[in-house]
């Protein structure tokens, strides 16, 4: 079968000959080249829907398998198959994994230590605050950062992995010669040029369609030892790629979010079905049983060596955010004075500018 490779990309491209039905076709005909060139009666035999061998059939007639695999791979696409020994270990593991993965970057990264880390494409204050704080957590005890590539969380967890030195896998709902969304090419881009890898089960060429987001979804898990969800609404797809992580024997993690945002409740739910409410990543690395090898060396942080007046700015940002006018107004302190504290506290690790002005604590 591998001297016949270009065959086996050939089949993949068929719309219709999903993981499960192509893996029949092949224990059936035991080359991908026989499956190919397959007469109609011997598809329909087993099982393989009319619709399917006659897109099958005028396939063949433009596609010359050889010549597709060859601009694949002048395109920069690599693929790795489930009859290769280098195939992703736990993707391996689940009931319908991709036959075929298509993949930029470093195919090590897929065989790491992994943990997804998804959530809103409506990211707020609060969960680009949790994200980067995961993230960064997970990859200084050297885990690779899982994630869709969507806006919102997934993008924020990608650019933290990256920011931080680390390693991540944007997982695509289509082609990588398709990325979606399209701001995110450089992102991919950086991501497959050093930082872990970019990867699909779709053919290059396939479009990001919504019907394709679930068998994403499942691949995300798949490739995760446990899933962190981090904001998310009721009807979320980050609560689909959690209950597959559940029904591939995967731990779920989720995030407590405030009980005024609307984002709070698919963390909530998935809490109720069972997963674990986690307030820090060093409780993520408990649960894997994976060591903390780099501890926060911001020995501030429970107050030590701190002028009285950080201090007093610390008790102020402790249980929410604050604008910067906000806070001057409260210490009775001149804007000039209270913008070079929190600057001189942000630079310290002690505090967080999220935007427009308003801080927190980290």
Request: charged share 25%; net charge neutral.
């Amino acid at each position: 079968m591998m001297n016949n490779i270009p065959y086996l990309l050939a089949l993949h491209s068929i719309d219709g000959l999903g993981p499960i039905r192509l893996r029949a076709v092949l224990e059936y005909f035991k080359d991908p080249k026989l499956a190919w060139e397959a007469k109609a009666e011997e598809l329909l035999k087993i099982g393989i829907y009319k619709n399917t061998i006659n897109l099958l059939i005028e396939t063949r007639k433009k596609l010359e398998p050889e010549t597709y695999a060859k601009k694949i791979a002048e395109r920069g696409i690599k693929w790795v198959t489930i009859f290769d020994d280098n195939y992703p270990r736990l993707l391996a593991q689940i009931y319908d994994p991709p036959l075929v993965l298509y993949y930029k970057g470093e195919l090590n990264s897929l065989n790491n230590k992994t943990v997804a880390v998804v959530g809103t494409r409506k990211i707020t204050g609060y969960g680009k605050i949790a994200t980067i704080q995961f993230t960064k957590g997970l990859v200084a005890s050297g885990l690779t950062i899982v994630s869709g590539l969507a806006r919102g969380v997934d993008s924020q967890a990608h650019l933290t992995a990256v920011s931080e030195g680390g390693k991540t896998i944007a997982v695509l709902g289509g082609g990588l010669n398709n990325i979606f969304p399209p701001e995110n090419r450089g992102l991919a881009a950086k991501i497959a040029n050093g930082f872990g890898a970019v990867v699909s089960e779709f053919p290059p060429d396939y479009p990001s369609l919504p019907g394709n987001f679930p068998a994403r979804n499942r691949i995300i898990s798949g490739l995760s030892l446990g899933v962190v969800v981090i904001e998310a609404a009721e009807d979320s797809g980050s609560l689909i790629t959690a209950r597959l992580a559940l029904e591939q024997g995967r731990e779920v993690f989720a995030v407590p979010g405030p009980i005024t945002s609307d984002l709070s409740k698919g963390p909530v739910d998935l809490i109720k079905d069972g997963a674990r409410a986690v307030f820090g990543p060093d409780e993520i690395l408990e649960e894997l049983g994976i060591s903390q090898n780099q501890k926060s060396n911001i020995k501030n942080q429970n107050g030590e060596n701190l002028t009285d007046e950080e201090k007093i700015i610390l008790k102020t940002l402790e249980n929410e955010n604050r604008h910067i006018d906000e806070i001057g107004r409260e210490l009775n302190f001149p804007s000039q004075k209270i913008s070079a504290l929190l600057l001189k506290m942000e630079i310290s690790g002690l505090v967080q500018s999220i935007g427009a002005g308003v801080y927190c604590k980290k």
